[in-house]
């Protein structure tokens, strides 16, 4: 079982700064990749970046060049780095882990944090 304890969030002003980490612990695979994805009240839950273990990153067109995913593999630690925040950045961000077994991937959830962007 894998556990994901997600850290950081808050309130901030358009064009403020917010960073997010996400700590995994528990009987992690060594082929992995972790995600950020986030939902706004009455959306879907949408990929915001993602991250494999060799450092590989990919974004929604929307954040790329604001937002900066990172990883520390060390500490099964995932963070989020959001610059030049905007009001429609405004969500729950939830922390994902996917491992593959060595049959299947499985995926795991954190429990979510809110971001709130003001104008």
């Known amino acids: 079982q894998v556990q994901l304890v997600e850290s950081g969030g808050g309130s901030v002003q358009a064009g403020g700064s917010l960073s997010l980490s996400c700590a995994a612990s528990g009987s992690i695979r060594s082929i992995n990749q972790m995600a950020w994805y986030r939902q706004a009240p009455g959306n879907e839950r949408d990929m915001v970046a993602l991250i494999t273990t060799s450092g590989t990153t990919t974004y929604t067109d929307s954040v790329r060049g604001r937002f900066t995913i990172s990883r520390d593999n060390s500490k099964n630690t995932v963070y989020l780095h959001m610059n030049s925040l905007k009001p429609e950045d405004t969500a729950v961000y939830y922390c994902?882990?996917?491992?593959?077994?060595?049959?299947?991937?499985?995926?795991?959830w954190g429990q979510g944090t809110q971001v709130t962007v003001s104008s």
């Open positions: 994902k882990l996917e491992h593959f077994t060595g049959e299947f991937w499985s995926s795991y």
